[in-house]
């Protein structure tokens, strides 16, 4: 295996897992990202129109109480108006529309599911959840990949000359057969082992009748055969 070869696959794992990184925050910034969309083509092209109250309900839940206005849009966006669209407005918004029976509305002729009013009570919680699952997913992808390696299982070398320093490039190539050498950063020194980390794996090396001449956080490279 060469040492161009070795790193290829970890190159392409690393990859791999930013892609599915980009794509997990994508599905989740989805629902957030089209309500803003939505938001500014209803700034930019909405329409006022009034709009028919058809119901109205006050409900308290124990905390604030939460006011609802149904409404019908006028003719000419709607020639058959059958559905009543529900929005959640302030206390003075409510009383107006329940006195006059007219609600002022802005709204996309061509889709009427977005639709804004004056003194409509915007909830603050997709923003909220989005935010948080946000943090959740980048904070795991950040623990993952700071303790990759020492989720993998340690490999096990026997070494068979000394330990010696290395240049700093971390490698784990085969020469023949079961034979290797490794090089990487001293993490954990032992009676008759030496702990390596190199890249995102961790490599153990049993010294035996050998010995090591690199201190722990130095780089070090050691030849041998995988025992495990």
Avoid: K
Wanted: charged share 25%; aromatic share 4%; net charge negative.
């Amino acid at each position: 295996m060469s040492e161009s070869g070795s790193r290829a696959p970890a190159a392409r794992g690393g990859r791999s897992r930013l892609l599915l990184l980009a794509v997990v925050l994508v599905v989740v910034n989805l629902p957030l990202a089209q309500s803003l969309w939505e938001r500014w083509q209803l700034d930019r092209s909405g329409v006022e129109v009034v709009a028919d109250v058809r119901a109205e309900r006050a409900r308290d839940s124990g905390g604030e109480p939460t006011y609802l206005v149904y409404f019908t849009y006028p003719e000419e966006i709607d020639p058959a108006p059958q559905r009543t669209w529900p929005v959640e407005v302030d206390e003075d918004t409510h009383a107006a529309a329940v006195a006059g029976g007219t609600l002022r509305v802005r709204v996309l002729p061509e889709h009427q599911s977005v639709y804004a009013v004056d003194g409509q009570v915007r909830s603050s919680s997709v923003l909220v959840v989005t935010l948080l699952i946000d943090a959740g997913v980048l904070l795991g992808a950040l623990l993952l990949w700071r303790f990759r390696g020492r989720m993998r299982p340690v490999l096990v070398l026997a070494a068979d000359a000394d330990v010696e320093p290395a240049p700093a490039e971390a490698l784990l190539e085969r020469r023949a057969g079961d034979c290797y050498l490794v090089r990487g950063r001293v993490v954990e020194t032992a009676p008759g082992e030496v702990l390596l980390e190199v890249a995102d794996r961790r490599v153990r090396v049993l010294l035996g009748v050998h010995t090591s001449l690199v201190g722990e956080q130095e780089l070090a490279q050691a030849r041998g055969r995988l025992v495990g």
